[in-house]
T-cell receptor
Framework: DQQVKQNSPSLSVQEGRISILNCDYT??????FLWYKKYPAEGPTFLIS?????DKNEDGRFTVFLNKSAKHLSLHIVPSQPGDSAVYFC?????????????FGTGTRLKVLA | ETGVTQTPRHLVMGMTNKKSLKCEQH?????MYWYKQSAKKPLELMFV???????ENNSVPSRFSPECPNSSHLFLHLHTLQPEDSALYLC?????????????FGDGTRLSIL
């Protein structure tokens, strides 16, 4: 029973256009959300995060939107670049007795076409 | 850049072998984590250490035995593994286990059980 779902396993976008990656969650106790990017043969790299008290966080070309009522977050990349081609993981954080645990989605493979 | 180093990068072992995975972080963090990523599955948290004390054991079989001799080093000792244990094992660290801060991942050890 997955608490964090990324329903699109892959996405292709033309260079310069917007990439939108989606993530849904089921646990209303999640209070912090993160996006990680992973290249082949490398570990996940932290990209951007958002606290549940906000609905938007922006960092350069990357913006994360949080819709708590819909239990949905999305990552927007504008403009998309070929170097953005990677697998993107959504993660949600929950406090379990003083330790924060991350629950990850299965990832979306983004391909940015030149 | 990788402040978290994992060795070996690849490991092939028989079911009766004993081997160890090593993780070292150079970020001055106090929390370290082991994750397992199987094909087409999300990252699964295995263990959490905070200041060398195990604070989370996510129902992991006893054939996986973690060790944290100091806050910079984390080991995962393996013995009598099963073929379904073949996966990518990722180590991560964060400043504190009790704070909502991004975790930093190593590049992982790809483990294959014959």
């Amino acid at each position: 029973d997955q608490q964090v779902k990324q329903n699109s396993p892959s996405l292709s976008v033309q260079e310069g256009r917007i990439s939108i990656l989606n993530c849904d969650y089921t646990n209303s106790m999640f209070d912090y959300f993160l996006w990680y990017k992973k290249y082949p043969a490398e570990g996940p790299t932290f990209l951007i995060s958002i606290s549940s008290i906000k609905d938007k966080n922006e960092d350069g070309r990357f913006t994360v939107f949080l819709n708590k009522s819909a239990k949905h977050l999305s990552l927007h990349i504008v403009p998309s670049q070929p170097g953005d081609s990677a697998v993107y993981f959504c993660a949600a954080s929950v406090d379990t007795s003083g330790t924060y645990k991350y629950i990850f989605g299965t990832g979306t493979r983004l391909k940015v076409l030149a | 850049e990788t402040g978290v180093t994992q060795t070996p990068r690849h490991l092939v072992m028989g079911m009766t072998n004993k081997k160890s995975l090593k993780c070292e972080q150079h970020l001055g963090h106090n929390a370290m984590y082991w994750y397992k990523q199987s094909a087409k599955k999300p990252l699964e948290l295995m263990f959490v250490y905070s200041l060398e004390e195990r604070v989370e054991n996510n129902s992991v079989p006893s054939r996986f035995s973690p060790e944290c001799p100091n806050s910079s080093h984390l080991f995962l000792h393996l013995h009598t593994l099963q073929p379904e244990d073949s996966a990518l094992y990722l180590c991560a660290s964060s400043p504190q286990a009790g704070l909502n801060q991004p975790q930093h991942f190593g590049d992982g050890t790809r483990l294959s059980i014959l």
